[in-house]
């Protein structure tokens, strides 16, 4: 609703900055080329795509006058572009996006295949299947539901074209950032960057910055402008629980032979309670959210009614009183489960073995490795014997231990957050509240988990995911797309962010 | 132990009856009859496999002076033989065999086809493989390891072989039974005799009897001679607790959602308590052991370290003191579980559904359909909303309560248990002890359910199982075999049988 207003206000040239207009067309007219950058192909599995896609950015960049510098690390190269200020004592701002894409599977893309982008719009009917339509670019397509479709288009060369779009204006409006601007474009994020904090940790000094901006991901669920201050880490585990060395004919051995998937069940089931909230001593430990923080959680205008009706589900779990609270603690997911065989290839067998893969999404309080060690003291604690994953018991193991487990995880990465309320964040509030003339929706941390975390601890920098695109994108998905309105939408906004003073007047 | 005495003792010709050296070389004498018998391939669901053997059987009992009556059943035709007694105011003893065998894969047999019998021994070396050696038919194979190779050796041409060759003897030394006697043998057993209830029904006049002796299955693990008074019957069930419409992103989600696999861990885990024992009001209701059957029970040689060692386990549940009073309960056990993905496939989601699937063995006590209801109740009382399985939740059922569930289950058939020291019990016992000097192994009830429930519940009659052959058989696998012993001993046993007096002077 407010959004609608915003550009009803953008038509009619009221409430809205002098240069809109000019922006407007500048926006309009970038197209064309933003659709020669989404004709590149983009896999970073794939050997030699990315390589056109750099060359684009390093001319597009350097036409504009910004140095820049590949930074060496393993796979393809980091690129990193700069445009100094001349003002004495400037801060860094340091941009972070990517450039490579998911892979793609072109037989099912509906309207064209990934790499030639194509307008059209996006409808679910009411049997809930979506349907794609071609449509011509249109007049003022900020005001209609038309969508820009190709693989990237939202995730992410967007804020990539965006930004140039922005800084052109920028520039013909006779200004520049009062900060040194970097911009870092890794060229491997879908491939999970594997080795950026050793290319980060090498590349310190060029990548120094006492601000972050991501340019990443969607804005919140209601397609209105947002700043993220986080995103939560991940850690992933493995349990097995141990049954008799072969399955055994339930009924010779059933009520007599322990069952490893009971076992397994009761030793899950006793990790929360009725409510989903993890009971293991510690685990939500040092959390800590105060009258402000559930304040700002309270005002993010999550739909829950939508959201479970989207979802399916009348009752959430008990942690946090709403989403947004429920998402600055860790989780503790039991994401598969499986012993013995269902369905058809059901078998009347006790099972030799029951398995649960979990995974525990870690906040800025939670070291990973601190709570897979309290899930793993709390089996040892309901009498369980661990021995090491990958191996069966021994017979030894088997006739000394009346329960036997193994437990197993990793941390992938850590949970980064930034106050909203710091340096940073206030900023970038400022900007979005200058630009829209209405406060940004503040997410305290996504829920998910993004490969930047170790980018952002490993520079030790304040950091704010800065997205752009519409919620609705099909990101990895067959059939992305960047919804026009958004694209408009995010040229304005980083022209606000690099229009606003750093520091207040 | 007792077993080796017992041959010792029949070598030496001291207590044992007179009749025992001719009855031996008989024994000797038949198996070339009985490697052709085995020759006949037994696959009921090969079309035409089984007449062979129906006509063998018919001959051979025909023979003898048996009358021989083929009852119409779908599928297979039963046999029916009789040769009733002259004796006044005599009752009716029926044996059940059943002639068909398990399907073969014959490229899994090691030292010969499945219908070309073969002698041979099994071995289990220190590393637990198993090696297969051809063997020559030994002088007195009774004294050795030697074993006969072909489908069906054992399950369960044998005991209808031994049956004749008992028969033999009895009227070489002149004597007849003092009942009359009916012998049915089934052609579809290992086909699940489908009709069999029906069958049963339709001829229940024909098969009328007072007494049933099963002659199916092995002796107890010590290959001692063995009673059976019946077997476990069987239920299944399959629950399925829903979460999402579709997975989500454990990341978005995760605290939010409800998991189902975590709800169908904490459902399967509130069914037992940490030993194992339902704890479902009214589960065992019924089930009584008075001190004369947990004496019987406690009689049982179960040998517990070897059991739990060659399972791999160092503490039983704690339903019944022993594996045998075990038995006498109900079982609830989990035979499969699934939700989401595991290992390799697993990803970052909440699971959609969890499913669990059961197995409920039976006992006299327990109808299936009366403990199917109450684990449906119990599940409602865990504040589960039911909803008919095989169909989604619909969006007002996901919008109208917190927990949704389906559970549907059906009895495959019931338990049937006959006193062991009821009037056909007793005879046995007395057949056993007159022919072995020693009591048999009683069992009360198996743990396993087999498909001749029907059979006894339709015709209400008190039945025993009688199981002659090797525990270790190989049964319904590649390379099944019949300890030569065990044919020694079984036609021994079925002499017995033959010539005891139903009731005691």
Redesign the interface.
Known sequence: MRYTILFLALLLCTGVRAQDTTLYSRTLASLPAYEAFLALPNDARIDGQLEPNLQWLEREFGQRGFTTQRLPNAGIDLLLVGYPTERADAETVLFYGHVDGQPVDPSKWVLAPPFRPVYGTMEVDSSGSVQYLEADLPERPEDTEVRLFARSSSDAKAPIMMFLVAWDQLVADGKRPDYHLKFVIDPMEEASSPDLPNAVRTHREALAADHLIILDGPVHATNQPTLMGGA?G?A?A?LTVY???LP????????????P??R???L???M?D?E?RVTIPGYYDGIELDAETREMMAGVPDDINDI??????????G??AN?QE??Q?P?L???????????S???????NT????L?L?LVKESDGDRLLGLVEEHIEHQ?FHLIPDGRE?T?EE?????RLASFSGSTSYGAFRTDLNGPTGSWLQRALMHTFDAPPVLVRT????VPIAPFVNTLDVPAIVLPLVNPDNNQHSPNENLLLRNYFRGVTSLYGVLDEPLHPE
């Open positions: 939560r991940i992933t493995r049954g008799p060395r055994q004919h339930s009924g010779h051995y059933g009520n007599y032979a322990p069952n998937a009971l397994l069940a009761q899950l089931g006793s929360k009725q989903g479970r009706r989207k979802i399916g589900f009348s009752q959430a779990d942690v946090g989403l429920a998402l603690y989780s997911n039991i994401r598969g489960m499986s012993s013995g065989w269902v369905g290839a059901a078998r009347t067998i006790i099972p029951a398995v649960a893969n995974d999404r009498g018991p017979d088997r006739a000394s231990y009346p996504m829920g998910g988990s």
